[in-house]
C-alpha cells in the first residue's frame, strides 16, 4: 500500500491549468540546430522568455498558462524562422512545436 500512495500523491499534483512546449529547432536542410535562441513570448504581458537549444537542437519551456496564447520564434547566425503561435484554445499539456530555421 506503501507504493500506491506516492503515486497518487504525484498524479492530484499535475495542474491542469499549467502546460509546456518544446520541440527542435532545425535548420533549411532539416538538421538540428544547437545553440539557436528561442523566443517565447506572452501575448497577455509582453514578457519573452528565451531558451538555448541544446547538443540534439531540443529547447523546452515549463510552467507555460492554459489561458494565455503564445509565441515562438527561433534565431541562430543570421537565420530566423516563422513565427509560430501556441494558442489558449490548444489543451494539450505538452505541445510539439518545432521551428524550421530559414535563410
Same mark, same amino acid.
Given at each position: 500500500?506503501?507504493?500506491?500512495? *506516492?503515486? $497518487?500523491?504525484?498524479? @492530484?499534483?499535475?495542474? *491542469?491549468?499549467?502546460? &509546456?512546449? %518544446?520541440? +527542435?529547432?532545425?535548420? *533549411?536542410?532539416?538538421? *538540428?540546430?544547437?545553440? #539557436?535562441? +528561442? ?6 504581458? $509582453?514578457? +519573452?522568455?528565451?531558451?538555448? @537549444?541544446? %547538443? ?7 510552467? $507555460? ?5 503564445? %509565441?515562438?520564434?527561433?534565431? @541562430? ?9 501556441? &494558442? ?6 505538452? #505541445? ?8
Amino acid at each position: 500500500m506503501g507504493g500506491a500512495i *506516492p503515486a $497518487l500523491a504525484q498524479k @492530484s499534483s499535475k495542474d *491542469p491549468n499549467i502546460r &509546456s512546449v %518544446e520541440g +527542435v529547432v532545425t535548420d *533549411p536542410a532539416g538538421k *538540428p540546430v544547437a545553440g #539557436a535562441v +528561442v523566443y517565447l513570448k506572452n501575448t497577455k504581458t $509582453l514578457q +519573452v522568455r528565451t531558451f538555448n @537549444s541544446k %547538443e540534439d537542437g531540443t529547447y523546452i519551456f515549463h510552467g $507555460l498558462s492554459t489561458t494565455i496564447e503564445y %509565441e515562438l520564434k527561433a534565431e @541562430s547566425k543570421g537565420a530566423a524562422s516563422d513565427l509560430r503561435k501556441l &494558442s489558449e484554445f490548444d489543451s494539450r499539456q505538452k #505541445a510539439i512545436i518545432d521551428l524550421k530555421l530559414k535563410k
